[in-house]
């Protein structure tokens, strides 16, 4: 450690560690970005540690408040947690309390022209929790709305992590170890420095320009928007369901209204989402007549964030590792869950294994791999998906083998589940896709294309009362 | 109006638009500086400096050199001000407002200390000559501002020794007069002349001061004290508050006697109650109101308490008793606080048949001053205030600064002057008249996000110990923060209204819209592409200084 920086942090110099890759008593872990994946490793992170009697600290460097609303305390997200990980974080001990849900998400309602379907919780899953990552929209009253990422950091903290309001400006390495400087000239040095900044900051790029082994994340922009309807309205007009909607516009992934509280929230994926297209969204007759008299309303609160199409390149070296989104996720769905995952193996590497870049290659990297190979089957998942949005008489067949299978409540129902999960994201896109290659559902697709397309097809339905027509 | 876009045919406000000019505000410390100094400007250089590759002395040194670009004497205001920039500091309900008057007192010792130069007089003098009546902080700022914009000045003061009040009436203990002196010495030192003994309308009219100089400011102070009206003031042992301050300070016999009454409210009583304290007097002040209306400072209130004066709130003196010659009592009437008047402040009335009677040897009055010169010409009337326009122009060429307005604080009289310098300069070079107020708007309230600032404690000024206060009379009780004090003190600021690169905008930008520009300075960070706005105002609910806002769109 430099001289200047001992008079500085008033720490004394650590010789020994510079050369060992592992961490021992007194070692020191940065974590830069307290969203979801930051807090989750410093609290996993630690837990670990403790199990093994290893005496370590954690500084989480985190300028932002969560108890501030609109976007400044927000981080980017359509705030969905799936009933899977719920159960998942509720075994690892993080039990989301009743005033971080927002709204508990008890079915989906996908919208298309030729109709809309509902589709009721799978019977293992209870619901979906809706929550905000901030502290709700711009101009909100803080009625009850509790921040997500926020909760999860008090949690961080309850383990012992430090939390730093300091924005992180540089990383790099110095004599061995990891100095982590900030805005305000503040600088201190690190055993392991953990990037969890997500990619609508700006530090992956200052890491890619200081590394020339690493290359950051590829990105896309989304959508993101609040309405203020208020909880009456919502309740009468949106219910307890996330709103989907398979449209035909070019570049459109996916789009979701999503209930909380006094607000509604849209979420708008694809590629490269721009006015345009948020035009044509607006315009579409099956997303204004969700709304209170077919108007969509003014929104309070709005940004385009943007997210990881594909994986930082590696998403470590060493002394140095990326969670979360800044790293590897999952495409479009579930980027808490995939920082749930990252953050835990990452933790676990870090403890049991050690902090270089053979040790992260060899037990964290398996894990974003099999991501990003999930995110590719993903990719062609969803350019079937498009394909659909693209023909009517597809559109038809789906929405009728739904809402058949919604009618038979101990039917397999396969088109719902697959829907389901890939809306979720509550399972793999392999899993769903190996699911639609089953001879049960391709034959019922099949048998659903043609009788949902013949004259007096669609008449059948009317009486069901799941199809809205 | 925010930015409006068209959506669906019809227009849609946009919540915020932000667009690429500075956003620069007035910060509420510099909008209550009455010499409208740049108060987070020179913080700013000591706070910000590690980014521009200062070393902590040649921040302080540019510092200083910023700070007297407003006021040229910041060890003298730095100790006497009463320092209204701190009352609405946005750190003050935080962990107690920045420590302004501490940090101008530390700069202006610097700079005498390290011997700093004031800018230098521009070699191609202009062809007109200023006249000066007056050396108190007006004048001398008038003076210096004008000498630097290339005038030859001349000072006449009907007194020796140039300063005016801040020479007579500021006590030792809370100004040594060394100080004093290197700050008057270094504005002389432009190379000024001084006339000393000369009276204004007695030695020479102002019609002679006219025609000599193309150029005159009246900085004539308010040298005559207002008198109580009450039976018994004629005779010996009534002194006027000043008179008695000047004696003082001046190693003249005072004739206050033992038992001393100070009557008044303001800084002059207080001044004057200590002053007597150190005399070995016992003082009581009689002041009319309760102790929340007076306007002394209410830590200097605190000090004379401590120094052993009496305070009698709520008493008016009614009649001075004398046996013979001398004075034997004093009659005093209890009063109420009524209905406010109109400078909101309530009004004492007299409770009918609650009169006492307190004994004393002398009493000192310091119940305001006012207009103490001659008739001279048809602007000069004995006891009438000067009535200036507010850039202090009295006449085509005659401008007017400081107490001869109306009584007011040293800071003020220093941002008349220079507010008069400027005008002054405009008119005899024929330029346009300069704004008399700056021109970015007012920080609007709680734009400030306090929360984001770590808590830092105010720096706490060293004093000498109690016990030593009054052993040591003339001996200065508050002292100068250390050098490191200094440092950590200026890292307080928050900087409110202009941007002191947190970097959050350029971190969190999802368009990553804002670019560094290259050579930086306080204030000057970033540059922001407006066509690369979102329009998500995230930028904006992040500056934690309050500089980025929702503007209209200019076009």
Known sequence: MAEGLELLTGKAPKPNKAEAMTLGDGSRVAVIGAGPAGSMFSYFFLSMAETIGLDVGVDVFEPRRFCHRGPAGCNHCGGIVSES???????????????VVQRGIESYILHTDVGDVEIATPLMEKRIAAIYRGNGPRSSEPLDTHSFDGYLLELAEQKGARVIPRLVTGVRRDEGLMTVSCADQFSDAYDLVVVATGVNSRLTEMLENETAEFSRADRTKTFI????????????????????????????????????????????????????????????????????????PGHVCHC???INIRSATPAYGDRLVLIGDSGTTRLFKDGIGAAYRTSKAAAKTAVFHGVSAEDFSNYYAPLCRKISNDNRVGKFVFSVATLVQKARFARRGILNMTANEQLQEDSPRRMS???????????????????????????????NLVSANLPGGRKAQKGNGHVRH | MSGTK???????????????RQFEKLPPCQARCPSSGDIRGWLGIIAQREKHGLSLDEAYDKAWQRIVEFNPMPATTGRICPHPCEDLCSRQDKDGAVSINAMERFLGDWGISRGLTLPDVPHQRHPETVGVVGSGPASLSFAYQMAIRGYAVTIYDRDERPGGMLRHAIP??????????????????????????VDIGEDLTLDQLREKHELVFLGLGAQAARRLGIPGEEGPGVIPGIEFLRKRKERQDTGCGRN???????????????????????????YRRSESEMPATAHEVEDARREGVEFRFLAAPTRIIRDGDRIRQVEVQAMRLGDPDSDGRRRPEAIAGQ?????????????SQEPGWHNSGAVLEAGAWLRPADDGRLQDKLFAGGDDLGPGIASRAIGQGRHAAESAHAELRGLPQPPLHPNSPLLTQDSVKVDYYADRQRSQTPRRRESSWLANPDREIDLTLSYAQASEEAARCMSCGLCFDCQQCFMYCNRGGFTRVEETSPGKYFAFAMDACEGCGKCIELCPCGYLEDRDVLT
């Open chain 1, 304 to 306: 385009y964030p943007r």
């Open chain 1, 225 to 296: 928007c609040e309405f203020f309807l208020g909880r009456e309205v919502i309740r009468e007009t949106f219910g307890p369901s996330m709103h989907v909607f398979l449209l035909d516009i070019p570049r459109l992934e996916f789009a979701a209204l999503i209930p909380k509280g006094d607000y509604v929230t849209l979420a708008l994926l694809g590629d490269d989402i721009d006015e345009a297209l948020i035009d044509r969204f607006f315009a579409a007759p099956e997303v204004r007549n969700c709304f209170p008299g077919g108007q969509v």
């Open chain 2, 355 to 367: 009169l006492d009677c307190l004994a004393a040897d002398s009493i000192i009055v310091a119940i």
């Open chain 2, 260 to 286: 001393v009454l100070v009557i008044g409210g303001g800084n002059t009583a207080i001044d004057a109650a200590r002053s007597a304290r150190r005399d070995g007097c016992s003082v009581t002040l009689i």
């Open chain 2, 6 to 20: 068209t959506r669906h045919g019809e227009a849609v406000e946009l919540p915020f638009q932000v667009y690429a």
């Open chain 1, 85 to 99: 990980l719920v159960q998942r974080l509720a075994t690892e001990g993080i039990k989301l309390p009743d005033c």
């Open chain 1, 417 to 447: 589940g697959v829907l389901w999960d890939l809306f979720s994201g509550s399972a793999s896109y392999t899993d769903v896709f190996l699911r639609t290659l089953h001879p049960a559902y391709v034959g019922l697709l099949l048998w």
């Open chain 2, 172 to 197: 030792d203990y809370r100004l040594p007069r060394e100080v004093l002196d290197a700050e008057i010495d270094r504005i002389l030192g432009l190379g000024m002349a001084l006339v000393s003994s």
